[in-house]
C-alpha cells in the first residue's frame, strides 16, 4: 500500500471516529454480534478491533491487549477480578489465556452494559462455569467478593473502571484480605489525574507493591501484602 493511501486511510478513520465520538454501547455490541465468528474468541477480538477503527471506543484496544496477555500467559491466575466489563472485549482476552481452572469475576456498574457484556463473553464461546458478570458497583463487589473466591486469593486485578476509585477499591481489596500472596494488579488510565492517589500511596510503599512496566498507561503493580502462599502437598 503506498503512504499516500495510507495516510488517506488514516484521515477517514479519524473523520470517521469524530464523527461517531460517543461510545456506544449497544452499537458495539450489534456489530461484533452480527460480525464476528460465533464461538471463535480470536474473531469476537479482530470483530472490536474493526469497530474501534472507524468508531470511538472504551475497550484497552489490541496494543495494551497484547500486554494484558503478556501478564495473563506469564501469571497463569486461577482467580481474576476486572472492575469495568464495558462490552467484554478485554474480558474475553482474559478468559481465553486462563489455566483450564481459571476464573474471572468482572464487574460492571450499568445493567444494559452488563447484560451486553455477558452475551458477547458466551458469544465468544465461553460457558458459566468460567466467568460471572457481577452487576453492580465495585464497591459493592468487593465487598461480597468472599462469596464468590471462598478461601481463594485473587491472582490477577484489572482496574479499568474508574481511576478515582482505584486506591480506595484497592485499600478495600487488601482490607477483605482478598488478594493472593504475589497478586498482579493492572491499572489502566495510570497517567490520568483520578489515578494519581494510588500511585502516590504505591510509590511510597517499596516493601508492599513493586511498580513494574507500563504500556501506554495501562500499569503493572505487584502486591507483597496479600495472603500467604497455600501449603504445598
Ligand atoms: C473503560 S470501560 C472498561 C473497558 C473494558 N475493561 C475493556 O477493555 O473491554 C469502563 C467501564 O467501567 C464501568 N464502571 C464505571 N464505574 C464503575 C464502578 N464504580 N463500578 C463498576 N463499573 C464501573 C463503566 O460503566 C464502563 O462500562
Redesign the pocket.
Known amino acids: 500500500r503506498s503512504p499516500l493511501s495510507a495516510l488517506c486511510r488514516q484521515v477517514y478513520s479519524g473523520i470517521l471516529k469524530l464523527s461517531h465520538r460517543k461510545v456506544c454501547v449497544s452499537s458495539t455490541h450489534a456489530f461484533v454480534f452480527s460480525n464476528c465468528t460465533h464461538g471463535q474468541a480470536q474473531s469476537v477480538l479482530l470483530t472490536f478491533d474493526l469497530y474501534s477503527t472507524t468508531h470511538a471506543s472504551?475497550?484497552?484496544g489490541p496494543q495494551k491487549g497484547a500486554f494484558l496477555d503478556e501478564i495473563v500467559a506469564r501469571e497463569a491466575p486461577l482467580r481474576v477480578l476486572?472492575?469495568?466489563?464495558?462490552?467484554?472485549?478485554?474480558?474475553v482476552r482474559i478468559l481465553r489465556l486462563l489455566p483450564p481452572s481459571g476464573k474471572l469475576l468482572t464487574?460492571?456498574?450499568?445493567p444494559l452494559?452488563a447484560d451486553r457484556g455477558e452475551e458477547i463473553i458466551l458469544v465468544a464461546g465461553f460457558k458459566n462455569q468460567q466467568f460471572q458478570v457481577l452487576t453492580c458497583?465495585?464497591?459493592e463487589a468487593i465487598s461480597s467478593l468472599r462469596s464468590h473466591t471462598g478461601n481463594d486469593g485473587l491472582d490477577l486485578v484489572?482496574m479499568?473502571?474508574?481511576p478515582e476509585?482505584y486506591l480506595q477499591d484497592l485499600l478495600a481489596l487488601q482490607r477483605g484480605n482478598l488478594l493472593s500472596s504475589s497478586c498482579v494488579v493492572l491499572i489502566?488510565r495510570a497517567l490520568t489525574p483520578g489515578a494519581r492517589d494510588l500511585l502516590e500511596h504505591v510509590t511510597a510503599r517499596p516493601q508492599s507493591f513493586s511498580v513494574g512496566r507500563q504500556l501506554h498507561g495501562l500499569m503493572e503493580i505487584r502486591c507483597h501484602t496479600g495472603m500467604s502462599p497455600k501449603p504445598q502437598n
Open positions: 472504551s475497550n484497552i476486572e472492575l469495568g466489563t464495558h462490552c467484554g472485549y478485554a474480558s464487574v460492571e456498574l450499568d452494559t458497583s465495585s464497591a484489572l479499568d473502571h474508574d476509585l489502566n
